[in-house]
């Protein structure tokens, strides 16, 4: 789906007047989550967008058990890199309506035996159709300490839409919103919190 640039611009005005720093987080959990993000990309010295977004993809993953992983959509060849690393019987790769995989056929969530999900990875192609297959047939799967990563989440409204629903969906407990991406966590022992943060 395309970018709609005055959505976008709007978003990116309010992420910037809301986001917080690292300093201001006062719950060790969320610092320390935070740190580690930044660390990775410090470590690293990725050079592209991409590369900092298909990092901190494998920094999240890491998070998690990583036993059941869902990718939906197609993502660039950096993130590729880094699900090629996972043993293939863990990682369910679904296309999109909009996107292809070469070689994998579109597959209904509802048709695969999924078992619980630690960690899933959403692309920006969704439409809403795909996006409401997510909500009914992964996100119940979900493990209890699983966590949701959601590239380009103010790109477009379906997008913004979908990132607003897992905001207020009461089986999340903290979400991270770093503008180009977000991350929702399940487990979360403080209140349910939604930040807006930098990278």
Same mark, same amino acid.
């Given at each position: 789906m395309r970018r709609n640039v005055l959505h976008f611009a709007f978003a990116y005005l309010k992420h910037w007047?809301?986001?917080?720093?690292?300093?201001?987080?006062?719950?060790?959990?969320?610092f320390s989550v935070y740190q580690g993000a930044l660390d990775c990309l410090k470590k690293e010295t990725p050079s592209t967008k991409e590369e900092k977004v298909a990092l901190l993809v494998a920094y999240f993953c890491q998070l998690t058990a990583a036993n059941q992983v869902l990718e939906l959509g197609k993502g660039n060849e950096t993130s590729a890199k880094f699900f090629n690393q996972i043993p293939n019987e863990k990682v369910y790769r679904l296309p999109t309506t909009e996107s292809s995989i070469q070689g994998i056929e579109p597959i209904p969530l509802a048709?695969?035996?999924?078992?619980? %999900?630690?960690?899933?990875? $959403? =692309?920006?192609?969704?439409?809403?159709?795909?996006?409401?297959?997510?909500?009914?047939?992964?996100?119940?799967?979900?493990?209890?300490?699983?966590? %949701?990563?959601?590239?380009? $989440? =103010?790109?477009?409204?379906?997008?913004?839409?979908?990132?607003?629903?897992?905001?207020?969906?009461?089986?999340?407990?903290?979400t991270l919103d770093f503008f180009d991406f977000g991350v929702a966590f399940l487990s979360y022992s403080g209140p349910k919190t939604n930040l807006n943060l930098s990278y």
């Open positions: 007047l809301l986001k917080e720093d690292r300093y201001s987080q006062q719950s060790p959990f969320i048709n695969l035996e999924l078992r619980t %999900l630690d960690f899933a990875l $959403i =692309h920006t192609q969704l439409n809403q159709s795909d996006l409401q297959e997510f909500f009914s047939h992964a996100l119940p799967r979900m493990h209890p300490q699983g966590v %949701l990563f959601l590239v380009g $989440i =103010h790109e477009n409204k379906v997008m913004n839409a979908g990132w607003k629903k897992i905001q207020a969906d009461t089986r999340i407990r903290l």
